[in-house]
């Protein structure tokens, strides 16, 4: 059926077509790109206070997320879309979980280890 | 089963009709698969937290070995990242066309959706290729064995993408762009959409703050 309006309709269909335009992937993969290429600068100069590279690294990482759950993957604010933001916010939670308290319970762990080097004193 | 759903309204994105119905009964099929589908991403994208988790804690553990800085070279990930950007925008802009009609540059996005991410794992595996011949396989120590898990479970997810693409491009040769090819066709693309994600999180995580 569709495969009739293939030729020659170059405009896109009017009617119930409230569609993401192509715009908005041009603009997703603008922003993606600006973002990648700050990433990658950042982390290759001393452009950032060396401490502070991780989190500025994070940052530009979350910001280009974001661009492409919303330009790309479309999860915007839309009355449709209500569900898919609460499943988001539960996976974003839920991946919180994992990471922060993996790393916390075994940054604990490694400070409560005895050194590999005592170690050694011991069973020699 | 295509006939089956027939009376309900789905030209392609049809966000009006999906309205009227949530007030008033249950959405429509379109909304109801994607809402399903991104509930398995997230399912996927929460099975790759832990396997960042694992990377995170154990990428100091490297038993004397190679450490990142010796091993990754930002110019190819800087390559891959693109060739995934890339591919996203094109995987977008056929999925466009698909709702649209135009089948011509359907087939003309997703062959380059495929090529650029056939280019990324191509990439990828002379890579890891080069890390095993340099004697840092994933034996070698705690670190490369994190690295190789995560990196190698989303070098397997684009796999699994590619053959995917070429399954719904055959597909939508064999059956036209029926309504349940389009749905099907809006899944990959929230997939294949999924995957870059988790590639900023790995570009960032593993190379980038690994170079440092």
């Known amino acids: 059926m569709s495969t009739m309006n293939e030729a020659g309709s170059n405009s896109a269909p009017s009617g119930p077509d409230r569609a993401p335009g192509y715009g908005v992937y041009a603009a997703g993969l603008g922003f993606a790109l600006l973002l990648t290429a700050a990433s990658f600068i950042v982390a290759k100069t001393h452009l950032l206070w060396p401490p502070g590279l991780p989190v500025g690294l994070a940052v530009l990482a979350i910001a280009q997320m974001g661009v492409h759950l919303v330009f790309f993957l479309q999860i915007g604010t839309g009355p449709d879309n209500t569900n898919n933001v609460i499943a988001l916010a539960f996976g974003v939670l839920i991946v919180t979980l994992i990471v922060s308290g993996s790393l916390w319970i075994m940054a604990h762990l490694h400070t409560n280890m005895t050194p590999a080097s005592a170690l050694l004193n011991m069973t020699h | 089963m295509s006939t089956g759903v027939g009376f309900v309204p789905e030209h392609g994105i049809s966000a009006a009709a999906g309205d009227a119905r949530s007030a008033s009964g249950p959405a429509s099929i379109r909304i109801t698969v994607a809402y399903g589908f991104w509930i398995f991403l997230l399912s996927d994208i929460i099975m790759f937290s832990?396997?960042?988790?694992?990377y995170a804690v154990l990428k100091d553990a490297t038993a004397g070995g190679p450490v990142g800085k010796d091993l990754f070279d930002l110019k190819t990930v800087g390559v891959e990242t693109l060739c995934l950007l890339f591919s996203s925008y094109t995987c977008g802009i056929g999925l466009l066309s698909a709702e649209h009609g135009r089948l011509r540059a359907f087939y003309l996005c997703f062959a380059l959706t495929f090529l650029l991410g056939a280019a990324f794992l191509g990439l990828e595996i002379s890579e890891f290729a080069r890390m095993v011949s340099e004697g840092a396989g994933p034996s070698r120590s705690a670190f490369l064995s994190g690295f190789f898990s995560l990196v190698g479970l989303h070098g397997l997810h684009v796999t699994a993408g590619l053959v995917w693409l070429t399954f719904m491009v055959a597909q939508t040769a064999a059956q036209g762009l029926r309504d349940y090819v389009r749905r099907r066709l809006h899944c990959f693309s929230l997939f294949w959409h999924a995957l870059d994600i988790i590639w900023?999180?790995?570009?960032?995580?593993?190379?980038?703050?690994?170079v440092q």
């Open chain 2, 50 to 54: 832990t396997l960042f988790a694992t």
């Open chain 2, 200 to 210: 900023v999180a790995l570009f960032t995580l593993v190379y980038l703050m690994g």
